[in-house]
């Protein structure tokens, strides 16, 4: 029976996160990936959505009272589950895409 | 919410300056130099927990990192007693006394000044910004308190056009630059600066603004576009009077009619043809290249042509044109892709039309291929189908199908003479992949009913995704994509789906303009 230690393997995936975000980072292609980003949501009236909805929250608390965190909690779930499938597959894509470009040069 | 600027932060600001805030900026948010990438990328990471969490924050004072999610900068600023932290991502600056993020007018006017800087380094162009509006702007709010609000039933933006006398041509091409996302855009948001200060009057840019701010004032009642007919017949000459027109020529004099006068007659960017960045041409140009290769000694000469629409040959080729050992004789096109494919395969010139090559010196026979260099962001197809020649006009009624979403992919330069394993695979990844680069969205479809030498032009125009009006004249009637699809489209438009593009298309009886 062989076993391997999930921990190793947490460990090597955090690692191999950071690896790939460092690449990123370093070619621009990070910064371009979320301009990227920013343009699909906006097209895909995301952005507007989430708008609104803070609107609500600040109207609901009253200006005053409202802080960034409260919006943060508020707004991230649904943010997050409010991005296209299609979106995520594209970006999904291009990561791969300079990942293999970064593999063969 | 803190709007002003915190008691704190301006402590901070009088004894320390605002270095240490430009300094963090410039290194750790917007980069603009490859040594200042290199040390973000190994850095940003949080002092404590030694991960690269969303939400990092750098202290002001001692540009310790820590992530917010585990609370190790929170910790940091009270074992510190550091107040001020600056986020990482958006450059916005934390203050812990009071308990939320705080806003400093000469501390984003920095942030604003290195994000451009560091922008123009990496070569961004348009990236988006959120709205701010002027003092001016504000005024003008408070003093028009009416809103509209855009709902998915809502018929702003439809309008029929009266018939001014066999003006169809006309109304049909306006319908379809009038629901140009890019143009509407440009300007509803009113920013067409008159060049011709003179006569404002004559200045079809100027007509066009009106012309939208017709379309999109609410009213039902169809416009009659005089103004517009007087205008073109002015600048126009060859389409002034009451007889019918080709809509493809009309659409092709109007956009150039518009590139000259966003121009001016100041003649400043004249020197530059090929340079111009008026809203037509960041919109509608393209560019062609033409490789021509000759049959000796294989020497491709390329050429790289702007271009505003496709004209696509329909009808079955004749046999001289094609390859003396060709196989892929085109049969009569039935889609708009294989028009494309016809378009861009290669061509033998034949024997009697040799051309000069530069490497044998000498007249050899070539072949002459055309690609996409650039696509433009409104693709504008037009099927020919009025055939003039001596003696008789005809018209090819062949029906020609186009899609909704059109991939330009395959059409590239870049796919040029690539028809081999490792990139084939390449272009067929791009190609299944959900938005490359290259894809259109159909947007407008114009429509020719009759025959060559009379008939009557309607066209078909997307308001919203999905919501598909068929324009005929004064009348404006819900249509459904499958009628748009099955219309023999002369023009099509697409729009680009990329940055702010959404590539769409239009077609007409004869033309098809994909946006």
């Known amino acids: 029976m062989f076993f391997y230690s999930i921990q190793e393997r947490k460990n090597r995936d955090a690692q191999m996160r950071a690896t790939i975000n460092q690449k990123l980072v370093v070619s621009g292609e990070r910064d371009k990936l979320k301009e990227l980003l ?12 989430l708008k609104q909805h803070c609107k609500e929250i600040v109207k609901q608390k009253g200006l005053e009272h409202v802080t960034v965190d409260d ?10 589950a409010l991005v296209p499938d299609q979106v995520k597959k594209e970006l999904l894509q291009k990561i791969r895409k300079f990942l293999s470009e970064q593999q063969q040069s | 919410m803190n709007t002003k600027c915190c008691p704190h932060l301006s402590v901070f600001k009088a004894t320390k300056g605002l270095e240490p805030f430009r300094i963090i900026h410039t290194y750790f948010i917007s980069c603009t130099s490859r040594e200042a990438r290199k040390r973000k990328a190994k850095s940003c990471v949080c002092h404590t927990c030694r991960q690269a969490r969303p939400r990092l924050h750098s202290c002001l004072s001692c540009v310790y990192f820590g992530c917010y999610g585990l609370k190790h900068i929170q910790e940091h600023a009270k074992s510190k007693m550091h107040n001020l932290a600056i986020d ?10 009071c308990g939320d993020y705080v806003y400093d007018t000469e501390i984003e006017h920095i942030a604003e000044a290195q994000q451009k800087i560091a922008e123009q380094w990496m070569g961004v162009t348009n990236s988006f910004s959120a709205w701010e509006p002027t003092d001016k702007e504000v005024e003008l709010l408070q003093q028009n308190p009416k809103r509209r609000r855009l709902t998915a039933n809502s018929t702003i933006g439809l309008r029929g056009l009266i018939n001014l006398g066999n003006t169809c041509f006309m109304n049909c091409i306006v319908q379809a630059l009038t629901h140009t ?3 509407r855009d440009y300007f509803l948001s009113d920013q067409h600066n008159c060049q011709m200060r003179k006569d404002s009057e004559q200045c079809l840019v100027c007509e066009m603004s009106r012309l939208f701010q017709e379309f999109y004032s609410g009213m039902r009642t169809p416009h009659t576009p005089y103004r517009l007919l007087h205008l073109v017949w002015t600048h126009a000459r060859h389409l002034a009077g009451y007889e019918q027109q080709d809509a493809h020529e009309f659409l092709i004099a109007t956009l150039d009619v518009l590139h000259q006068h966003c121009k001016g007659s100041n003649g400043l960017s004249n020197s530059n043809p090929h340079h111009c960045n008026c809203i037509i041409d960041q919109i509608f140009t393209g560019g062609l290249q033409s490789d021509v290769t000759c049959q000796q000694c294989n020497n491709v000469s390329t050429t790289i042509d702007p271009f505003w629409d496709i004209s696509l040959d329909l009808g079955p080729t004749e046999a001289e044109t094609d390859f003396p050992n060709g196989i892929d004789k085109f049969e ?17 010139l034949g024997s009697s039309a040799k051309i000069k090559c530069s490497i044998c010196q000498s007249y050899q026979e070539s072949t002459k291929q055309l690609t996409m260099k650039k696509l433009p962001l409104v693709a504008c197809f037009h099927l020919k189908r009025f055939e003039h020649s001596t003696g008789y006009h005809k018209k090819i009624s062949t029906y020609v199908s186009f899609p909704e979403e059109l991939d330009m992919t395959p059409f590239m ?11 084939e695979q390449v272009i067929r990844e791009a190609a299944s992949c959900l938005s ?4 259109y969205s159909l947007y407008a479809v114009v429509n020719h009913r009759g025959t060559a030498d009379s008939g009557h032009y309607t066209s078909f125009v997307r308001q919203h995704k999905d919501y598909w009006f068929r324009c005929e004249d004064h009348l404006v009637i819900r249509a459904k994509l499958e009628e748009v699809l099955r219309s023999e489209g002369s023009v099509a438009t697409g729009i680009k789906l990329a940055v702010h593009k959404v590539k769409q298309m239009c077609s007409n009886n004869n033309n098809m303009i994909f946006l």
């Open chain 2, 413 to 423: 330069s870049s796919s040029r003479n690539h028809n081999n394993g490792y990139s």
């Open chain 2, 436 to 439: 490359s680069d290259y894809k």
């Open chain 1, 38 to 49: 920013r343009t699909r949501l906006i097209e895909c009236g995301w952005r507007d959505q």
């Open chain 2, 332 to 348: 009569e096109p039935t889609s708009l892709t294989n028009c494309l494919k016809r378009f861009t395969r290669p061509e033998y």
């Open chain 1, 71 to 80: 919006l943060v909690a508020e707004i991230t779930p649904k943010g997050r």
């Open chain 2, 181 to 183: 996302p890019f143009l």
């Open chain 2, 88 to 97: 990482l991502t958006y450059g916005t600056i934390l203050c812990f006394a």
